[in-house]
């Protein structure tokens, strides 16, 4: 695909510099035009000798000073594919028009198409050549007027040598300036075209640098996946294995073991799960938008499905809750419910979610349990944690609170509130 679309930009470049070159052509071809006309018009008409009077009518001799004017502009669109062959068409047909027509003093309208076929023949190449191009091309000119002037008119040397001042007076600054000007034209973009493709091979570089940091960074990650999988999971076999042995005769060892396995799987699993993290692509994207409020009686479904006894009160209209809320509502009560089934279960728990104009509230509390105070212990459970949900509800201006309810259980709550300013704020900061 990159090689289409790179012939592709190349063939509407081709296209640009095309019109460009006609357009240059036409706007050269009319101020030619206008100069020829100024000196033509003026002796229109009157008692004076034109050129070839006997052998060419006026109407003919302007006919064919516009043809070679045309002709010579066609340079400027020639030189474009080959600037050598526009510069030797626009000096060719002046060459033909001083001899054809018989009246160089009247082709000065020549010089501009000249200039720019020596400009564009000058940017070509090196300074030195675009000089040397405006010296040959005003060398060449002035040999053929006084061939002309001496062998055409029969001028003697000096008359002959005063009308060559006089003609080189009227070309040379023009293509002197063509010259100059192609050269330095020519250098300032060869230096250009060379700063750009400096810096897209430096820009290449640092993309294969990136590919490179990044394909070693997923190796070190792949590297860490194996680790934590030969050596956890070889540590939680074993352990496991142990207890079965020990359970017939040793029964607290056994149980002991068997907490060592927990506590083994626990951090095996926030070990894998951190490496996941890591080794997912910045470009990915997710197969499904992070669940919110809306989704939480589901969560409550599956619950329930699995046998725990879960009530489900909604109050106020939570279809316009704030994506970065409504997810971390969902999020607090995913941990809560996990929570209550690993240390109260058997327990009923109520889930409540109150919303109005200025907060939202979503608690989830379970009755009594004879397990193990909850504390902290979702914080690798689900890999979100009540610790980085509380840091969550804090950049939204909200809390998060967890601890024993008045009937003797645990409850968990968030309040966070929908104010405009909090919540474009905290949008901000997540």
Same mark, same amino acid.
């Given at each position: 695909?990159?090689?289409?679309?790179?012939?592709?930009?190349?063939?509407? *470049?081709?296209?640009?510099?095309?019109?460009?070159? !006609?357009?240059?052509?036409?706007? &050269?071809?009319?101020?030619?035009?206008?100069?020829?006309?100024?000196?033509?018009?003026?002796?229109?008409?009157?008692?004076?000798?034109?050129?070839?009077?006997?052998?060419?009518?006026?109407?003919?001799?302007?006919?064919?000073?516009?043809?070679?004017?045309?002709?010579?502009?066609?340079?400027?669109?020639?030189?474009?594919?080959?600037?050598?062959?526009?510069?030797?068409?626009?000096?060719?047909?002046?060459? /033909?028009?001083?001899?054809?027509?018989?009246?160089?003093?009247?082709?000065?309208?020549?010089?501009?198409?000249?200039?720019?076929?020596?400009?564009?023949?000058?940017?070509?190449?090196?300074?030195?050549?675009?000089?040397?191009?405006?010296? &040959?091309? %005003?060398?060449?000119?002035?040999?053929?007027?006084?061939?002309?002037?001496?062998? &055409?008119?029969?001028?003697?040397?000096?008359?002959?040598?005063?009308?060559?001042?006089?003609?080189?007076?009227?070309?040379?600054?023009?293509?002197?300036?063509?010259?100059?000007?192609?050269?330095?034209?020519?250098?300032?973009? *060869?230096?250009?075209? +060379?700063?750009?493709?400096? /810096?897209?091979? $430096? *820009?290449?570089? #640092?993309?294969?640098?990136?590919?490179?940091?990044?394909?070693?960074?997923?190796?070190?990650?792949?590297?860490?996946?194996?680790?934590?999988?030969?050596?956890?999971?070889?540590?939680?076999?074993?352990?496991?294995?142990?207890?079965?042995?020990?359970?017939?005769?040793?029964?607290? =060892?056994?149980?002991?073991? &068997?907490?060592?396995?927990?506590?083994?799987?626990?951090?095996?699993?926030?070990?894998?799960?951190?490496?996941?993290?890591?080794?997912?692509?910045?470009?990915? #994207?997710?197969?499904?938008?992070?669940?919110?409020?809306?989704?939480?009686?589901?969560?409550?479904?599956?619950?329930?499905?699995?046998?725990?006894?879960?009530?489900?009160?909604?109050?106020?209209?939570?279809?316009?809750?704030?994506?970065? $809320?409504?997810?971390? +509502?969902?999020?607090?009560?995913?941990?809560? %419910?996990?929570?209550? /089934?690993?240390?109260?279960?058997?327990?009923?728990?109520?889930?409540?979610?109150?919303?109005?104009?200025?907060?939202?509230?979503?608690?989830?509390?379970?009755?009594?349990?004879?397990?193990?105070?909850?504390?902290?212990?979702?914080? =690798?459970?689900?890999? !979100?944690?009540?610790?980085?949900?509380?840091? *969550?509800?804090?950049?939204?201006?909200?809390?998060?609170?967890?601890?024993?309810?008045?009937?003797?259980? !645990?409850?968990?709550?968030?309040?966070?509130?929908?104010?405009?300013?909090?919540?474009?704020?905290?949008?901000?900061?997540?």
């Amino acid at each position: 695909m990159g090689v289409v679309r790179r012939k592709g930009l190349t063939r509407r *470049r081709g296209r640009e510099d095309a019109g460009s070159a !006609w357009a240059v052509a036409v706007v &050269v071809f009319g101020a030619s035009v206008a100069q020829a006309l100024s000196e033509i018009i003026p002796a229109w008409g009157m008692a004076i000798d034109w050129p070839r009077a006997g052998v060419i009518s006026q109407p003919l001799f302007v006919a064919l000073l516009l043809a070679g004017l045309a002709l010579a502009c066609a340079g400027v669109v020639l030189a474009r594919r080959s600037p050598v062959a526009g510069w030797l068409l626009a000096l060719g047909t002046y060459a /033909a028009l001083v001899f054809g027509l018989d009246a160089p003093a009247w082709l000065d309208a020549c010089a501009l198409p000249l200039a720019v076929a020596v400009f564009l023949l000058a940017e070509r190449g090196p300074v030195l050549r675009g000089l040397w191009v405006g010296g &040959v091309t %005003l060398v060449a000119g002035g040999l053929v007027n006084w061939v002309w002037a001496v062998v &055409v008119a029969g001028a003697p040397a000096p008359e002959a040598s005063l009308f060559l001042v006089r003609v080189l007076a009227a070309f040379a600054p023009l293509v002197s300036a063509g010259a100059v000007l192609g050269a330095l034209h020519g250098r300032q973009s *060869r230096r250009a075209d +060379a700063a750009r493709a400096e /810096a897209e091979s $430096v *820009r290449l570089g #640092q993309e294969r640098q990136l590919m490179q940091a990044r394909e070693a960074e997923r190796a070190r990650i792949a590297q860490e996946l194996h680790d934590v999988a030969a050596q956890h999971l070889a540590g939680l076999l074993s352990l496991a294995d142990a207890a079965v042995d020990l359970a017939g005769d040793q029964p607290a =060892t056994a149980v002991a073991l &068997v907490t060592e396995v927990r506590a083994e799987g626990r951090f095996a699993a926030a070990s894998i799960y951190g490496a996941l993290s890591d080794l997912r692509s910045p470009e990915a #994207q997710r197969v499904a938008p992070t669940p919110g409020v809306d989704k939480i009686a589901d969560l409550v479904d599956s619950w329930g499905a699995r046998g725990m006894t879960v009530d489900l009160t909604v109050v106020g209209d939570v279809t316009e809750l704030p994506l970065v $809320v409504s997810a971390t +509502a969902y999020r607090a009560v995913q941990e809560a %419910l996990a929570n209550a /089934a690993k240390y109260a279960r058997g327990s009923t728990v109520s889930v409540s979610v109150l919303t109005d104009a200025a907060r939202f509230t979503v608690a989830v509390e379970n009755g009594p349990s004879p397990a193990t105070s909850h504390g902290e212990a979702g914080t =690798t459970g689900l890999g !979100w944690g009540l610790t980085g949900l509380r840091q *969550r509800a804090a950049l939204l201006g909200g809390v998060l609170s967890a601890g024993p309810s008045e009937q003797d259980g !645990w409850r968990v709550s968030v309040q966070i509130p929908l104010a405009e300013p909090a919540t474009t704020d905290a949008q901000t900061a997540h």
